[in-house]
């Protein structure tokens, strides 16, 4: 049970960094060029939602990543 616990945190605290460094990365892009004028917030959100996309895809990229890796131990018993 325990296990299940740690592997939840893990998962979480993997998620938010993977988020907010992906918050960072969106950023730095100008979509506001690409925007009419006038519809700034609707800018912001649309970086949140990007950022949130590509962070759950880079943290299950890695949360894969360990878990597969933790398998091949199997290939070699």
């Known amino acids: 049970m325990k ?3 740690i592997g939840a ?3 979480i605290i993997t998620y ?4 907010a460094y992906s918050f960072k990365v969106v950023k730095c892009l100008a979509l506001e060029k690409f925007i009419r004028k006038g519809k700034a917030n609707e800018v912001k ?5 990007i950022a949130i996309s590509l962070g759950y895809l880079v943290g ?3 949360i894969n990543l360990m ?3 933790m398998l091949l ?3 070699f018993i």
């Open 3 to 5: 296990d299940l616990g």
């Open 9 to 11: 945190l893990i998962r």
């Open 16 to 19: 938010l960094v993977t988020i």
């Open 45 to 49: 959100i649309l970086l949140i939602f």
């Open 60 to 62: 299950q990229f890695l």
């Open 67 to 69: 878990y597969y890796s």
């Open 73 to 75: 131990k199997w290939l």
